[in-house]
């Protein structure tokens, strides 16, 4: 469970120091989703910068430059690849063709070993699963809409995925994790963030709640480009791999890597989320005690149809009323 998050500073109202603390208090919330590690990727001079750390959001000492409008975030919970070495969290750099980027991942890949044989990836010193989507686009040799579509088609396991260029459009592919993007007329900037509560927090923070806001339309399989001047282009790719049967992770692979102290965390990190977000705690601790697991958990909190079904059949199968 991370968190992607981002300040995009389109019309260059906003001061270097309102821009940090925007993306700040957006950090701050988004620590609710991973304290392992946090991290930011912007662009100066031309060229991509990213500063990260082994840390919750909230000790970070964030640092930006005056020309950095657009600032793409991510907080860490480790799934695969401690955190510990740097190099394993995010974002993370690469190129396609003479194009720098930066990617950051929410979300859990299982064929990340896959893709690396079939499709004769580097090797890597990198561990985390998030990487292999910075390889197929370095595989691609390009970085637009075609290359996105590609890569995310070829993803099996939960994403959603932020991708900074160094002529600062943003790409935003959205699988099966969620995304909330709002568009900010008076501020003349979009603010986007994994979940709606993170982006409301910050804002409340701010004492920003109050300002005109708009929800941008963002769905399953979109793929959407947000250029330096806030201009929006969409594509969409064929999510078949996201079916609902898909969404889970295998937890076989992940035990390998953690020990059951750190699953049972994990657990517990989700129903207090889940709390957080209005589901019934009766509710979490049903679905638990029927034996599902806290990735299963944490993909019916967004899934609210899918959850009272799953509560129906438990309810059903065991005679609970």
């Known amino acids: ?26 950090a701050n919330a988004a620590q609710m989703r991973g304290t392992d590690a946090s991290g930011v990727a912007y662009v100066r001079n031309g060229a991509i910068q990213i500063q990260k750390a082994p840390r919750p959001a909230s000790k970070m000492r964030w640092r930006s430059v005056p020309e950095a409008r657009y600032l793409m975030g991510h907080t860490r919970m480790t799934t695969q690849g401690a955190a510990s070495k740097n190099y394993n969290n995010h974002p993370f750099s690469g190129r396609a063709g003479r194009q720098p980027f930066a990617l950051a991942h929410n979300g859990v890949l299982y064929n990340d070993v896959e893709l690396r044989h079939t499709q004769r990836l580097p090797a890597t010193f990198i561990e985390t699963d998030s990487y292999v989507a910075v390889q197929l686009l370095e595989r691609a040799g ?26 600062n ?3 935003l592919v959205r699988g ?3 995304l909330t993007i709002r568009l900010f007329p008076e501020l003349g900037c979009y603010l986007y963030a994994s979940t709606v509560e993170i982006l409301d927090m ?11 806001q708009a929800d941008i339309h963002i769905t399953q399989g979109d793929i959407m480009a947000i250029d330096a001047k806030g201009r929006r282009t969409t594509a969409r790719f064929d999510d078949a791999k996201l079916r609902p049967q898909r969404y889970f992770f295998d937890w076989g692979q992940w035990e390998r890597a953690v020990s059951p102290r750190e699953l049972d965390d994990y657990m517990e990190m989700v129903l207090e989320y889940g709390q957080r977000r209005g589901v019934p705690e009766a509710e979490l601790r049903l679905l638990m005690d029927a034996g599902y697991d806290a990735f299963d958990i944490e993909q019916l909190l967004y899934d609210h149809e899918g959850r009272e079904s799953c509560i129906r059949e438990i309810m059903a199968d065991f005679g609970v009323c």
């Open 169 to 171: 459009t943003l790409y």
């Open 176 to 178: 099966n994790n969620p």
């Open 1 to 26: 469970m991370c968190a992607i998050f981002g300040v995009l500073d389109f019309q260059g109202q906003l001061t270097p120091a309102q821009r940090l603390a925007l993306f700040r208090e957006l």
């Open 142 to 167: 390009r970085l637009c809409l075609d290359s996105l579509r590609q890569m995310a088609e070829a993803l099996d396991g939960s994403f959603t995925i932020t991708v900074l260029d160094t002529k």
């Open 202 to 212: 910050a804002l409340d923070t701010l004492g920003l709640s109050g300002l005109c």
